[in-house]
C-alpha cells in the first residue's frame, strides 16, 4: 500500500506555524516540525498576494501536492510540514517547481 500523505489540522498547524524550523528558497518557503506519528502531514498554503485568481493558486497547490505525492516513499516518517509559497510562484512551471520542492525538502533533511 503506498504512503498516505495527510493534511495538517487546525491544532497542528498552529503548532507548526508558531514553533516549527524555517527553511526558504527564493520563491517558497517550509515550517517543518515533528510529531511522534509514523504520518507524514503537509499543507500547502498560497496567498492572494501571489494571484488573485483561485484557478491559479489552486494549481499551484495541486501541482505542489502531486510533486510531493512521488516523492512520498522518500521522505522522513513523522514530519509536520507547511508550504508557504511567495509572490512570483505562479510563474513556476512544473520542472522548476519540482526542483524547487526537492531542493528544500533535501535542505530541510525530510528527504532521504
Do not use: C, W
Amino acid at each position: 500500500m503506498p504512503l498516505k500523505i495527510k493534511r495538517i489540522d487546525k491544532e497542528l498547524f498552529k503548532n507548526v506555524f508558531s514553533f516549527g524550523k524555517i527553511v526558504h528558497s527564493d520563491l517558497i518557503f517550509l515550517k517543518i516540525s515533528k510529531t511522534k506519528s509514523n504520518d507524514l502531514f503537509f499543507s500547502f498554503v498560497v496567498s492572494s498576494k501571489v494571484s488573485k485568481k483561485a484557478v491559479v493558486r489552486n494549481k499551484l497547490k495541486r501541482r505542489a501536492r502531486h510533486i510531493t505525492g512521488k516523492m512520498a516513499s522518500f521522505l522522513v516518517l513523522g514530519a509536520v510540514v507547511a508550504v508557504f509559497f511567495k509572490k512570483g510562484a505562479d510563474q513556476l512551471d512544473f520542472k522548476e517547481l519540482e526542483k524547487k520542492l526537492n531542493f528544500l525538502y533535501r535542505k530541510a533533511g525530510i528527504l532521504q
